[in-house]
């Protein structure tokens, strides 16, 4: 599975942006597909997680209510919607997939990453 994520920019606070996630590869293998974010000197941390077939998701709490993440699985996408962007927002974003089970918050579950890509959000 290889994965490549677009999308991300520089956004004043308050705005909105919507990151992708392109799948290729063996597609039908994803179990899960999910967000993470690093910021300079912290840890990467989840963001948000879907069933790669739709339905169930799951988000941080720093983020709910803000973010959205959703499927297109006719085109193998991923999306993360993210308004009222913050400051604090400002990080790398990873898009990532798994193809087995395991804790969807934890980045170590995962198999596959994204090349991530820079969301800067200006106060």
């Known amino acids: 599975v290889q994965l490549q994520a677009s999308g991300g920019g520089l956004v004043q606070a308050g705005g909105s942006l919507r990151l992708s996630c392109a799948a290729s590869?063996?597609?039908?293998?994803?179990?899960?597909m999910g967000w993470f974010r690093q910021a300079p000197a912290q840890e990467r941390e989840f963001v948000a997680a879907?069933?790669?077939?739709?339905?169930?998701?799951h988000y941080a709490d720093s983020v709910k209510g803000r973010f959205s993440i959703s499927t297109d699985n006719a085109k193998n996408t991923l999306y993360l919607q993210m308004n009222s962007l913050k400051p604090e927002d400002t990080a790398v974003y990873y898009c990532?997939?798994?193809?087995?089970?395991?804790?969807?918050?934890?980045?170590?579950?995962?198999?596959?990453w994204g090349q991530g890509t820079q969301v800067t959000v200006s106060s």
């Open positions: 990532a997939a798994k193809v087995s089970y395991g804790d969807y918050a934890q980045w170590d579950s995962y198999d596959y």
């Open positions: 590869g063996r597609t039908f293998s994803i179990w899960d």
């Open positions: 879907s069933r790669y077939s739709g339905g169930s998701s």
